[in-house]
């Protein structure tokens, strides 16, 4: 009775991941199928092996790694910092509060903010350094892509961190070792899991951005996003914008795996 009971409760939750999950993949896989002018073949997958596409794929791995990268350095620091202060909560909060605000409006924000007559600039020439063209650049589409995510980062790293048994850093300095050795051989091993779960919540959205491409770098970064955007509302390419896509998914899930991997090797 306690199985049937169970197995009810089960349910929505199968619902949501064959509507919401399975059934929006599988769609994907099969527009992927058609060409432009809606004959059945492989040619779409084809198409993704060439330069072009490759150069798109390269460039999005290599983008999102510099992302993930830089979100890790800053985010670790400031959580290991968060869990030492009081009203950690309080400040916690503060950080995680602009990941409720939209998307758009906080990229619109950042226009203002790097454009040629925003304050960015304003600062540069009150200090004799001159305006400088920060807005469309690869600095500007690194920088606001770190702020957009860098909260995703830090939030699982702070539980790692928050559920970390104090005496096993007290036992290592105790035993002679250095504050960095610590850190080297206690701390961070100890909290992988946290920086793995930060890594993934970063990395994997950051293979897929179109939108900060488009209005802050001004297209100049051209990723898998962009492209999938472009087939999908410009050329009207379903096809080919379905097949980068699955590659998108399938990427994400050997991220994925790798990193379930990696931490089982550790």
Known sequence: MQVKTRNIYLIPYMLWIVLFVIAPIALIVYYSLFNITGTL?????????????????????????????????????????????????????????PSWINLLLKIYAFIGILGYYGPVNSFLDF????????????????????????????????????????????????????SWKAFLRVIFPLTLSGVKAGCRAVFIPSLSLFMITRLISGNRVITLGTAVEQHFLVTQDWGMGSTIAVFLIIAMVLTMLLTETVGKVN
């Open 41 to 97: 073949s492989l040619e779409n997958y084809t198409r993704f092996f060439t330069p072009v596409y490759l150069g798109m794929a390269l460039r999005s791995f290599w983008y999102a790694g510099i992302i993930t990268g830089i979100s890790l350095v800053a985010a670790y620091p400031a959580a290991y910092l968060l869990t030492k202060t009081e009203h950690k909560q309080l400040w916690l909060l503060l950080i995680i509060l």
């Open 127 to 178: 200090i004799q350094i001159g305006t400088r063209q920060i807005l469309f650049t690869d600095f500007s589409f690194v920088f606001v892509a770190v702020y957009i995510f860098i909260p995703y980062m830090i939030l699982p790293i702070f539980n790692a961190l928050e559920e970390l048994n104090p005496s096993l850093v007290a036992a290592a300095r105790d035993l002679g070792a250095s």
